[in-house]
């Protein structure tokens, strides 16, 4: 009977109840939403990587050699010469290095030159290996291996042949059409930026920009015209390349050499504390943007005690009466409260399912513009314990409304 | 003795020009009795501490001093929770209007009043609301509408129907009959005072129209009651 009362009460009030509603679910769909982001965002970066020790590229910024070179975001500052590698993954501390050449992409997807190393050494998560839901590493010149959602975006499957465009971009006027690559291998999903990226040999990468001036093909030079083989296609530049380390110990001496180098300069970055360099710089922001998501919800929740407040007026005879048929005092200060639980568990609802419509929507242009994995697990123990937040402060807040009641109730009308 | 005061004083706590409590005059009774299953009509104008005798009857207000007895009990003494446990299981009371939740059904307008009482019992409930919204000419189609609804002379009835379901030993009445027409006014008063009688009901009739006097055998003015008006 008390929730009957309540809850048609709130229905007898429809409009102010709704615009309320509406409020309040708009604040907690952002705060759940800042909060589920933001941890995601730091999951999804901080699992991208494991067990590279260094990366190396030309003199830049360390998060900018980051993000480039493992987040394919952004682009890189400049090319490193092929006898750096060589001369540096040829020190007896370092125990694999893979290279890495960026510059073209398919469909919008990136490119990413590397070697079969990359199959072996390279991996993400819980130091978890990539491996390969179907087929084999590139072994072929024009061997490609797709990551798995760029497969499974494009439809494409083992043996099909594609284009590779020069530059990024989905809609690039240059394709490298003479030198079509057949996919060979589709990876297993990781939840990283690997499945975005489409991946060829570096012979493949230096066979397609043979001959190339930048926009035009020359006439009458086409690769495919003759053979190509593999030792011709030693290639000048690669943008960055990773190392793991015979022992961790190396890894400040290497460091340092590496940003010593004499030859051209060189930044040799940790990505572990590029990783946390970023989430400094990114801290003023989530502080910022939480603190915006607390001060809504602070509004959001007194609008709901102002709108209490002023139905308290129209209310004095239903409170009176109440009383009159033995309603004590203390009811009607819980019949208060409740209304306003009541509104603002359903506004939790609707945010939660709103912010779970939304991320089902955005999830997938998050992942490919923006290679963030957001899980729709939105009910974290942090965003768990919002809620039991928001649902605190509605008493708080109700409890002015409520109060009210108690004492028009005391005074007998 | 239904009712009996004696030496009750009242003044309400708050400041005298509080604007939410337009009756804010004492009072102040020496004596004044009624004895169990009398019908009485007290008539006097509105602002003369009226509400305020009611309340202190209902035991919603707690008087400043003197003794409250009503149905044998000293609400004086009582604490709120016990009076409004007494106002629930022993008292029954219509206002003029705005006597049932108007967006609540029938139904659930007279469940909302047992459900105070000590005779809260769910399983024969709905047996007991069913004979008496019938008794009150209350078609079956109207009673989970919502009363705000359905017509005054319907809701007054209901109101009744209400106040009658924990077959309160004491109704009182305060000019429940203002909002009605000629016609419903005669309907609804002969209903009532059957009621009284059938039950044995002691009933307190408070209005300033003169002309319902004539259904009652004891007849008071509220000026006579309380000494406090005259000097205001």
Known sequence: MFMRLSSKSLLNRKGSVLLTIMAMSVSIFVLLGVEHIRSQTKESFNSTLSGVDLIVGARTGSLNLLLYSVFRIGSPTNNIDWE?????SSNPKVAWAIPISLGDSHQGYRVMGTTADYFEYFSYGNKRQLSFSKGKPFEEIFDVVLGSQVAKKLGYSLGEEIVLAHGLGSTSFSLHRNNPFKVTGILATTGTPVDQTVHVSLEGIEAIHRNWQPGVTMPGSSSTNKPLHPLELEPEKITAFMLGLTSRMATFRIQRDINNYSKEPLSAILPGVALSELWQMM?????????????????AVLGLSAMMLASIKEREREIQLLRVIGAPAFYL?????LEALLISLISMLLGTAGLYLSL????????SNFGLHIGLNILSLNNTLFLLLVAVSTMIAAAIPSLTVYKVAHRGG | MAIQLKDVHFAYPEAPNNSKAPNNSILNIKNWSVSDREQVFVHGPSGGGKSTLLNLLSGILNASSGEVTVLGERLDKMNARQRDRFRANHIGYIFQQFNLIPYLGAVDNIQLARQFSKKNTQSTLFNEIKPLLTTFHIPEADWKKPVGKLSIGQQQRIAIARAMINKPELLIADEPTSSLDQDNRDNFMSELMTL????NITLLFVSHDMSLANY????????????AAEKN
């Open chain 1, 84 to 88: 750096t590698y060589q001369s540096i």
């Open chain 1, 283 to 299: 801290g003023l922001l989530e502080n910022t943007l939480r603190l915006i998501a607390g001060l809504i919800l602070i509004s």
């Open chain 1, 333 to 337: 200060f819980l019949l208060i409260e």
């Open chain 1, 360 to 367: 089902i929507i955005t999830r997938d242009l998050l992942s």
């Open chain 2, 196 to 199: 009284a009688s059938e039950h």
């Open chain 2, 216 to 227: 009652f055998g004891r007849i008071d003015a509220l000026a006579k009651i309380n000494s």
